[in-house]
């Protein structure tokens, strides 16, 4: 594959090919998916309708995804590395997967996933550290048409066990154990936890990555390496790609809303593969040959769109990396870039934030010079952040991608191209071609022109966006295309400056980001609320120096414990129930909540405390209990 002739080249150029995707979408997306293999072309290139939260792409088609990410290659590129796998210890062994590596290894897990009885449009649940053959076992999902669900390793036995019955999934995925820094995570044992309360997991397929100790459940458990050796030596070890219409589902990826249920969010084949191939290409500027590093977790959506199938369906070099950036140091991330010249890093705010306060020492010895472009996403960046990423990384020259997205969207929406189209601290800048935003005042009015700001429209369809919520459509309705009339509702509020400029600056429901990570305070409040004594509770996000968002925990509790083992108990129910990702940094045991008339929380006021701000809280002559917010504040840590 050579450059992609949809690869925009200058500011001009963006500024035509935007015109053309808002006054012929038909045109500019019938141009850039005839540039990939399909079994057959599609009919009609969209159709939608806002008011159903129904959209569908490339209507017709029949293709698979992983011939577009593998086979293509394999002409040009067999033996250029796929997959560049560094290990979480510097010093155990690397590995370099090429593409016939990728394809051989793909068709044989696709086998076995066959030999086992899964069919297309089964559920299959993933739950792995960082390492190759979750890549693999994604692409062989992929490959036989069955939907996968990634589980960030994170999460805790109760939340796979939501997520595998919500899917009804027949297969798990895992791994013995995973490494993150100095911890080893096991993660078949919180597998076998999980399987305790599903009914419908028939096979568990069990990598053995570092030789821990595991039960193997006879009938269900089998070892990966193992049956991989008995397919092949029964089976052809090729597996030709089942055709997938272009609206056949290709994932399910769980996250966080306002209520206390994670939705499954569903993307569709063709849709999802052209848009996070054009977005990748485009957004990095990815020339043919180069190292692509997103440091993210194929557990997130970023790594699904940025680890695999963006650079994968580009014929790029992706790189994984299973630790963490401060082990065994803080230099770990500069140490991977120079060990296999990275040309493009993809990364958090956090991570630069958290790398930030090492000083100059971890970075001092390192060249950095193969890097083109340097990403960021998941969260707004500050200013300071983002000076640093470009003077210490960027060597004040290298473009940096301020990419803004969600789950929802399957790819980049808004971000400057790296180099080509002007980037500015803190604003994520220009709609990508086919995005068209629009910003929304409190009456629900669409703000037009320039200087203003509002809530995070989009108003037309792209091809990467979310088909459904798992099992709910009309929960994807509520949810994203209810509060605007004929309008995909971000959940993110927005600016647009006087140049058209955008700058998101954060969620304005109830959705916290902290380090990038979503996670609904509805969902960690029933978690708290859980423990036995524990009355009522309240979230609250707070402005962290490193996580963007730290979580702040009101908690009415009647007991006579003290308030460390209280504390101690509550931090353990939110590890159970929903993993150690969403432990509050804060909790303050409190007497009362306050609430309006109507027995509402008011939310405003717990903030003001939160933030540390006690003189401006504002009216309180309105709440039931206006003597709690006193005890509230006193009590405040
Ligand atoms: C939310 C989506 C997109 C993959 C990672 C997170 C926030 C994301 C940016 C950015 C400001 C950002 C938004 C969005 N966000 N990127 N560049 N600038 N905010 O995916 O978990 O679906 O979260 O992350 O608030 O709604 P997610």
Known sequence: MTTPKYKIDSFEEYNKEYKRSIENPIEFWDDIANDFTWHKKWDTTYESDFSKAKTQWFIGGKLNITENCIDRHLTEKGEQAAIIFEPNNPNDPNQIITYNQLHKRVCEFANVLVNKGIKKGDRICIYMGMIPELAIAVLACA????????????????????????????CIITCDAANRGNKTIPLKS?????????????????????????????????????????VVESRNSDFPAV??????????????????????????????????????????????????????????????????????????????FEGIPTWPDAGRFWEITDKYSVDILYTAPTAIRSLMTFGDAPISEKNLDTLKVLGTVGEPINEEAWQWYKGKIGHGEVPIVDTWWQTETGGILISNLAGITPEKPTFATLPLPGVQPALMDENGNELIGNDVSGNLCIKFPWPGM???????????????????????????????????????????????????????????????????????????????????????????????????????????????????????????????????????????????????????IGDTSTLLNPEIVDDIINGRI
């Not at 048409?145 to 939501?162: L, T």
Request: glycine share 10%.
């Open 143 to 170: 490959r036989i048409g069955a939907i996968h669900s990634v589980i960030f390793g994170g999460f805790s036995a109760k939340s796979i066990a939501d997520r595998v019955n919500d899917a009804e999934a027949n």
């Open 190 to 230: 919180v597998v076998d936890e999980a399987l305790t309360e599903c009914s419908t997991v028939e096979t568990v397929l069990v990598y053995n990555h570092l030789n821990t100790k595991i039960q193997m459940k006879e009938g269900r458990d089998h070892d990966w390496v193992k049956t991989v050796t008995e």
């Open 243 to 320: 055709s997938m219409d272009s609206e056949d589902p290709l994932f399910i990826l769980y996250t966080s809303g306002s209520t206390g249920k994670p939705k499954g969010v569903v993307h569709s084949t063709a849709g999802y593969m052209v848009w996070a191939n054009y977005t990748f290409v485009n957004v990095f500027q990815y020339q043919e040959g180069q190292t692509h590093f997103c440091t993210a977790d194929i557990g997130w959506i970023t790594g699904h769109s940025y680890i695999i199938y963006g650079p994968l369906s580009a014929g790029a070099t992706t790189l994984m």
């Open 466 to 616: 979310i088909r459904t919520t798992y099992g709910d459509h009309d929960r994807c309705l509520d949810t994203y295309f209810s509060a605007y009339p004929d309008k995909y509702f971000t959940g993110d509020g927005c600016l647009r400056d006087e140049n058209g400029f955008y700058r998101i600056t954060g969620r304005v429901d109830d959705v916290l980001n902290v380090s990038g990570h979503r996670i609904g305070t509805a969902e960690l409040e029933n978690a708290i609320n859980m423990h036995p004594n524990v009355v009522e509770s309240a979230i609250i996000g707070y402005p962290h120096d490193i996580k963007g968002q730290g979580i702040y925990a009101y908690v009415i509790h009647i007991g006579e414990q003290d308030q460390e083992t209280i504390k101690k108990e509550i931090l353990g129910y939110v590890t159970q129930h929903i993993g150690p990702i969403a432990k509050p940094d804060k909790i303050q045991i409190v007497s009362g909540l306050p609430k309006t008339r109507s027995g509402k929380i008011m939310r405003r006021i717990l903030r003001k405390i939160a933030e540390g701000e006690f003189q401006n």
